[in-house]
């Protein structure tokens, strides 16, 4: 008998399994290979062995990252892929990489550094499920270390301001979704009528930006003009997942934590201090960096007090 398979991730909203894009991927490739997955939601990643979510633990394996848990998967013989031809699998790798460099800049930037978007939709949303005190820290973290991913691969020359990286990145993102379409183009699948490993990613991408309903959405609106890209999610979600296609409010936008005004006072003090270091040490910076600096700062403090 094989041994039994646990993967712990983010849970889910707005009609989807795990508004995690990479917990998406993991959780649909097991559902297209009929892999026996335990799915636990968790309410922060400092649960999980590594750190990282999603995470597979099988016995005394623990395994992170999309790509290694899928060929963990493979491995055990649950194979999505084991019809596609050598071309096709070079294919697939080629559009997952297209995938990382291309989509998931604009990805990030859409949940976690765009200020509306993330004030409003994902901020509340995460700490409503994480517990206090670390629902005051973590969402800034994870804001964080989204813009720093963002900047380490797009905020080289020629592009010198946020504005400059953010205007690229979604170029970039639409582009791909254009790739996409025409690949996809009547077919239910990427690859004809079965889902396999490229249907699998290509959905942990695209199912949050369709799905989640934030202020700002051009992301959104350029996904919604393709409509076999919308079609491809919401088969997906009802054939696999038994989910409902309709998009509903996050359930902990509303609520306030009781806690987080009695501590307004003392937080304050601290996130006052730490601007002034910060802003006075930062005033040495190139002008080109001192907008990243500032931005970087800004987030920071406004993630303790908000």
């Given at each position: 008998?094989?041994?039994?398979?646990?993967?712990?991730?983010?849970g889910?909203?707005?009609?989807?399994?795990?508004l995690?894009?990479?917990?998406?991927?993991?959780m649909?490739?097991?559902?297209?290979s009929g892999?026996?997955l335990?799915?636990?939601?968790?309410?922060?990643?400092?649960?999980?062995p590594?750190?990282?979510?999603?995470?597979?633990?099988?016995e005394?394996?623990?395994?992170s990252?999309?790509?290694?848990?899928?060929?963990f998967?493979?491995?055990?013989?649950?194979?999505?892929?084991?019809?596609l031809?050598?071309?096709?699998?070079a294919d697939?790798?080629?559009?997952?990489a297209?995938l990382e460099?291309?989509?998931?800049?604009a990805?990030?930037?859409?949940?976690?550094?765009?200020?509306?978007?993330?004030c409003?939709v994902?901020?509340?949303?995460f700490a409503?499920?994480?517990?206090?005190?670390?629902?005051?820290?973590l969402p800034?973290?994870?804001?964080?270390?989204?813009?720093?991913?963002?900047?380490?691969?797009?905020g080289?020359?020629?592009?010198?301001s946020?504005?400059?990286?953010?205007?690229?990145?979604?170029?970039?993102?639409?582009?791909?979704?254009?790739?996409l379409?025409?690949r996809l183009?009547?077919?239910q699948f990427f690859?004809?009528?079965?889902p396999?490993?490229?249907d699998?990613?290509?959905f942990?991408?695209?199912a949050?930006?369709y799905k989640?309903c934030?202020?700002?959405?051009q992301?959104?609106?350029?996904?919604k003009?393709l409509?076999n890209?919308?079609?491809?999610?919401?088969d997906?979600?009802t054939c696999?997942?038994?989910?409902?296609?309709?998009g509903h409010?996050p359930?902990?936008q509303d609520?306030?934590?009781?806690?987080?005004?009695?501590?307004t006072?003392?937080v304050n003090?601290e996130?006052?201090?730490?601007?002034?270091?910060?802003f006075t040490?930062?005033?040495?910076?190139?002008?080109?960096?001192r907008?990243l600096?500032?931005r970087?700062?800004?987030?920071?403090?406004m993630d303790?007090?908000?």
């Open positions: 008998m094989a041994a039994p398979m646990e993967l712990s991730c983010w889910g909203d707005w009609g989807l399994p795990s995690h894009p990479e917990s998406l991927t993991v649909a490739y097991a559902k297209f892999a026996p335990t799915v636990n939601t968790i309410n922060n990643s400092w649960r999980t590594k750190g990282d979510i999603p995470v597979l633990i099988s005394d394996i623990v395994i990252q999309p790509a290694k848990i899928l060929n998967l493979r491995k055990q013989k649950y194979n999505a892929d084991y019809e031809s050598a071309k096709q699998g697939t790798l080629a559009y997952i297209l460099e291309k989509l998931l800049p990805l990030l930037h859409t949940f976690w550094v765009e200020a509306e978007n993330y409003s994902t901020k509340p949303w409503s499920r994480i517990p206090f005190p670390l629902s005051l820290y800034g973290k994870m804001s964080r270390e989204a813009l720093n991913r963002i900047l380490l691969t797009k080289g020359p020629p592009l010198y946020l504005s400059e990286v953010e205007a690229q990145i979604y170029r970039d993102a639409k582009e791909c979704l254009n790739l379409s025409k183009g009547t077919s690859f004809g009528n079965t396999t490993t490229l699998a990613f290509v942990g991408f695209l949050p930006v989640v934030f202020p700002r959405v992301l959104q609106e350029h996904l003009q409509p890209l919308c079609r491809f999610c919401d997906i979600l696999y997942f038994r989910l409902t296609v309709s409010s359930s902990g609520t306030a934590d009781a806690n987080l005004q009695k501590l006072q003392l003090k996130s006052n201090l730490i601007e002034k270091v910060t040490s930062v005033s040495n910076l190139p002008a080109s960096l907008v600096a500032y970087y700062t800004c987030n920071y403090t303790i007090l908000v």
